[in-house]
């Protein structure tokens, strides 16, 4: 699997000329949007194009969250790097109490 890549640019005449042209195919820069707000892309703008997707630098800023690691547990911080939950931290005599379940 590779990694998608992100293209970041500011929205000059030049730009949209240059890299833009074919994507718009005749048609203003206003009806390409933002895929997170809707809102159209102005001139002088900051945006970020992944694939064939594009957004506003600050939408997808806003979009991105990060989780203090002081807030996550071992288990956590491993499911985040590598998919998968370390089966040596689960006890394997786990069970769950009756009482537990029954309380309900």
Same mark, same amino acid.
């Not at 699997?1 to 718009?24: A, H, N, P, S, W």
């Not at 892309?41 to 990060?66: A, M, P, T």
């Given at each position: 699997?590779? &990694? =998608?890549?992100?293209?970041? @640019? $500011? +929205? ?5 000329? &240059? %890299?833009?042209?074919?994507?718009? /195919? /005749?048609?203003?820069?206003?009806? +390409? $949007?933002? =895929? #997170?707000?809707?809102?159209?892309? =102005?001139?002088? =703008?900051?945006?970020? %194009?992944?694939?064939?997707?594009? @957004? ?5 800023? /806003? ?9 996550? !547990?071992?288990? !956590? #911080?491993?499911? #985040?790097?590598? /998919? ?10 786990? $069970? ?5 379940? +029954?309380?309900?």
């Amino acid at each position: 699997m590779t &990694k =998608q890549t992100l293209t970041f @640019y $500011t +929205l000059t005449e030049d730009t949209i000329r &240059k %890299r833009f042209k074919r994507i718009l /195919g /005749g048609r203003p820069l206003e009806t +390409l $949007t933002c =895929q #997170i707000c809707g809102k159209p892309f =102005q001139l002088n =703008q900051k945006i970020v %194009r992944r694939r064939r997707k594009f @957004y506003h630098l600050k939408c997808w800023e /806003g979009s991105i969250f990060d989780i203090s690691d002081k807030v996550l !547990d071992s288990q !956590d #911080i491993a499911l #985040i790097e590598s /998919g998968t939950i370390p089966t040596s931290t689960i006890p394997s005599n786990a $069970t769950i109490p009756m009482s537990s379940i +029954l309380s309900v």
